[in-house]
């Protein structure tokens, strides 16, 4: 038999959660782990100074950052010369775009998929009007369970792809894209680079890069338990074709030294060993069936009452096929109207709006290019009776 998840276990590593705000917008940002505030703590009040001197203190803080850098690449499957932290994944997607500035060629096309953020959207399209080449949107024609299909790309790609860009779990959605299928199809170009945004997934699902065949792929810690970072992930034969952002003097060798602009801060970098070491203690799997029970507590309900909601996404709870993050709209009211009106009678905190999907809920969705949807995001220190009482509100709101 499983073991049973124990939530009330994992909660006491965050000390938000004994606060009366009950947090449904995670993928937002996750509340932080208590081992890494003191691990921050610890090294702003021991050893903040600069890295690479010679004298105690500093052999010290390089030691530390190295230990972080050295704990993501692990995490992730790859070695340390192939991951660079940074301020975020949007920031990390701009520098990588810069370094493929003299990869992309005015002959090249960039597929970029409209299932994204805007993070993995803007860079290429920023590259692509530099070098005067060509873009090709990869879309859907569900607009309530858009889905990235393998078949639909193979169509869009020809010998003149560069790159394609697409998102792991949509930060609206919440559907699991096949990212080692979509890597496989890709490198059936020779030369074709997949650079993949998986914020959105990385805070439910264990990372292997290598397993995934990826060329590119970033997520952000604060909302996998951890700090304002993010990492990114390039491949050593990825690296091939980038040029440095760094010092002129610096070696090549290291994406860090391509990319990383001295822009990794030094007590968040040193503090990810503690968020590496909680994730090994909550087997994936636990976590993955706890997040279905308590997903499919709301989506069933929403799905119970289709004259009234919308869902969008996957329509089902199975773990296998989407996370928590789940979006839907109320039919004859916007999401700003019905996410007020929760907040103003509970203490949940959730989120309406095309939440940096714009092209997404605009375009593919044909959603109002403001209002949007209303996000529930969950994680697995959110509970079963936390998603009882929600639905009980929102059940209150809609009958209002």
Known sequence: ??????????????????????????????????????????????????LGASYATSQTSTKLFGEG????????????????????????????????YNYITPDSEIIISKLDHEANIAPWVQLAEWRGCTVKWWDSPDKTNPTLDCDRLRSLMTEKTKLV?????????????????IAKTVHEVPGALLCVDAVAYAPHRAVDVRDMGVDFYSFSWYKVYGPHIASLYASKSAQKHMQTLGHFFKTTDTLENLLGLAAANYELTASIPTVCKYLQSVPWDQIAEHEERLQRMLIDYLLSKPEVFQIYGEPSADKAKRVPVISFTVKGRSSKDVVEAIEAKSDFGLRWGTLYSNRLCEEVMGLDPVDGVVRVSLVHYNTEDEVGSFVKVLDSVISS
């Open 69 to 100: 850098c050295a704990a993501t690449a692990r995490y992730v499957n790859a070695s340390p010369e192939e991951v660079v932290l940074g301020p975020s994944t949007t920031q990390l997607f701009r520098n990588l775009s810069l370094s493929l």
């Open 1 to 50: 038999m499983a073991a049973t998840f124990d939530v009330a276990a994992v909660r006491k590593h965050f000390p938000a959660l004994s606060h009366k705000q009950v947090y449904f917008e995670n993928a937002g940002g996750s509340q932080i782990l208590k081992e890494v505030v003191d691990a921050i703590t610890d090294y702003l009040l021991s050893n903040n100074v600069q």
């Open 165 to 181: 860009t697409c998102t792991h779990t949509s930060n609206v959605l919440g559907t699991i894209n096949n990212v080692k299928a």
